[in-house]
């Protein structure tokens, strides 16, 4: 009877290790079974393994101190995001807070699922915990994220360079200052650019699958008080929020500026999301193009009260290295001709404001239309920001949002008035030129400026406990209403197909999305 028994649990065992086999990986491949979740022991798994091949992390806790390194097209899986827990602290090595540094297969797919990283206990650092790279958008490589639970880790819990893939079905937990997924695409197109340039010289490829996407996530920001952002973006980034839930949260995208020499997020589309909790607007839009539709704000309460869609474009309102400022002048930009269309000496002021008592200007002559106030008595260069209002004798500038102590005026300072039409990159802005050039010194294409209209598109967006529609909110007057962005569907517009085929044509993964941190 012994012998009987012990051979029924052999049994047992071996059709439970046949079943995990076949019903959480792919047909082809080897299943490596770690000992533990150590990171020695899923390292040296990895390490055996081959592309096609799945990692079966058993059930348990661990805390890696090392760099986990994937250099191969493999799924590496935990036994449920309840059960298998590997904590992030990563102090030393590569970059502190750096859990996982995977970089794609051209052609091929890798893959994480089934299992929870924990809020770290490394406190508040730079860096990302996960950082996930492809050669670029022509190498076929592609990843997926899915069913498993990310709790706060560094500043970012993904860095994605340069990839296509989905993340789906997961769960992250984040507080201030920490942002789950920051994407770029800087070496769009190949060759040595890398700096995003690629993806602003091509086509938008709305509804295709050159996009990351982030499908059937909860993303939520344990601080109402200082909401966080799902996704961040440079270099050129092209992504895809839909049908996720949302707490404290919102979808944000940098632009052509305080990204250095990095251009800024080239399009976004971001529908079918319930946004819930607090959030000082629901999307930020600071370069490119979008479709934004289908989304619906449960009872926020925005600290501006306002339900909005924010479009800005930094660069009239201050000068970023190495691009400059939109003010009238800059050969990065479209500018009116004939400017200066005012100028002269100030015979007072302060912060943000101008007199020229000597002048008798109709008021709000200067408000708005692109129109930018220009410091030209200081020590190098210009310095400004547009104007938004003014009275018969002085001149209200707009804030720099606390990149650099504001701009103030007294008597005795020099000024112009030039004009902006359109500003490099800025929202509803598209594919232009190539350009070239290093680091400190972008080159000018010629026959600049060239940069297609790619108006973004807003509608079918709800309030639905409050019967309001989302409007769209432009804070600088280089974007314009019905040129640069417009509340109706957009035309010819279809929706790539959902869910993603990486999700649709995979096998199932453990679906324990208990939070147990």
């Given amino acids: 009877m012994l012998v009987q028994a012990t051979y029924r649990t052999a049994l047992k065992w071996l059709i439970a290790i046949v079943l995990v086999s ?76 750096t859990l ?159 990204g250095n020499r990095q251009r800024g997020g080239r399009v976004m589309e971001v529908y079918n999301n319930v946004f819930q909790g607090n959030c000082a607007f629901w999307i930020n839009i600071r370069s490119g193009t979008a479709v934004i539709w289908g989304n619906d704000l449960k009872g926020v309460t925005n600290f501006g009260g306002l339900s909005t869609t924010v479009l800005e474009a930094k660069r009239v309102t201050w000068s970023f290295t190495p691009w400059g400022q939109a003010n009238g002048k800059n050969a990065w930009d479209s500018n009116v001709a004939g400017g200066p269309f005012a100028s002269g000496t100030a015979t007072g002021g302060g912060s943000l404001t101008l007199t020229d008592s000597r002048k008798n200007w109709t008021v709000n002559q200067w408000a ?34 606390g990149y650099s102590a504001q701009i103030s005026f007294t008597a005795g300072d020099t000024y112009e008035i030039r004009r902006v039409n359109e500003a490099l990159d800025q929202p509803g802005k598209g594919k232009g030129s190539l350009v070239t050039g290093t680091y400190t010194t972008p080159l000018v294409p010629s026959g600049w400026f060239d940069e297609v209209t790619d108006p973004i598109y807003q509608w079918g967006n709800t309030s639905s406990d409050k019967t309001a529609n989302f409007r769209i909110n432009a804070n600088e007057s280089t974007i314009r209403a019905n040129e640069h962005y417009f509340s109706v569907a957009k035309p010819g517009y279809t929706p790539y197909t959902h869910p993603h085929p990486l999700v649709s044509g995979q096998v199932p993964a453990p679906t324990n999305l208990t939070v147990v941190q």
């Fill in 368 to 401: 708005g239309n692109g129109y930018v106030l220009l410091k030209t008595s200081v020590a190098s260069g210009y310095c400004g920001s547009q104007i938004v209002s003014n009275t018969a004798t002085t001149l209200t500038i707009q804030g720099n949002d």
């Fill in 100 to 258: 996982m540094v995977i970089t794609l297969v051209p052609g091929k797919v890798t893959r994480l699922t089934g299992f929870q990283v924990p809020k770290t206990p490394l406190g508040s650092i730079s860096g990302a915990a996960i950082s996930v790279g492809g050669a670029s958008d022509r190498d076929g490589s592609a990843f997926r994220v899915d069913h498993c639970v990310f709790g706060q880790q560094a500043a970012y819990c993904f860095w994605l360079s340069d990839v296509f893939g989905v993340a789906d079905h997961n769960t992250f937990t984040a507080g201030p200052s920490h942002i789950p997924f920051e994407i770029q695409n800087n070496r769009w197109g190949g060759g040595t650019n890398n700096y995003g340039d690629g993806s602003w010289a091509d086509d938008s490829y709305y509804g295709t699958n050159k996009f990351f996407f982030m499908e059937d996530n909860t993303f939520t920001c344990s601080n109402s008080t200082y909401p966080e952002a799902l996704v961040d973006s440079l270099g050129g980034a092209r992504y895809v929020v839909r049908n996720n839930i949302f707490m404290n949260a919102s979808v944000i995208n940098h632009g052509t500026e305080s």
């Fill in 22 to 97: 076949t019903s959480w990986s792919d047909a082809s491949g080897t299943t490596w079974y770690p000992a533990d979740p150590s990171f020695a022991s899923v390292q040296a798994a990895i390490n055996s393994a081959s592309d096609g091949d799945t990692i079966s992390i058993p059930a348990g806790s661990a805390t890696w101190t090392t760099t986990l390194t994937i250099n191969k097209a493999i799924t590496l899986q935990g036994s449920g995001s309840a059960l298998t827990l590997i904590t992030n602290n990563v102090s030393g090595g590569l970059r502190p807070g």
